[in-house]
């Protein structure tokens, strides 16, 4: 793993952790029976969290297939028509 894939690692995962944050704070909203703008709000930045995780994991894959697509086939078995598969799951 290159620094610069290792760095990307790192925000993904305070990506995923910080969603994973926020959805327990929605879990606790629902129990505690909060108001339904504070539920939704947490939901919103559970989502958002999430998107933006996704669209790094992809962006990265991307990264590495233009840098060197042979090695990254190789590696990921991903092509780039897969990746674009997956960015627009995303979108």
Same mark, same amino acid.
């Given at each position: 793993?290159? !620094?610069?894939?290792?760095?990307?690692?790192?925000?993904?995962?305070?990506? @995923?952790?910080?969603?994973?944050?926020?959805?327990?704070?929605?879990?606790?909203?629902?129990?505690?029976?909060?108001?339904?703008r504070?539920?939704?709000?947490?939901?919103?930045?559970?989502?958002?969290?999430?998107?933006?995780?996704?669209?790094?994991?992809?962006?990265?894959?991307?990264?590495?297939?233009?840098s060197?697509p042979?090695?990254? @086939?190789?590696?990921?078995?991903?092509?780039?028509?897969?990746?674009?598969?997956?960015?627009? !799951?995303?979108?």
């Amino acid at each position: 793993m290159t !620094m610069t894939d290792a760095d990307a690692q790192k925000r993904i995962l305070n990506r @995923l952790r910080r969603a994973r944050g926020q959805l327990d704070a929605v879990i606790a909203a629902v129990e505690n029976e909060r108001p339904c703008r504070e539920i939704v709000t947490q939901l919103s930045a559970v989502s958002s969290a999430l998107d933006r995780a996704g669209f790094a994991i992809v962006s990265t894959a991307m990264k590495d297939c233009i840098s060197d697509p042979d090695a990254a @086939l190789e590696n990921d078995g991903i092509t780039t028509e897969e990746l674009e598969k997956l960015f627009l !799951m995303l979108a």
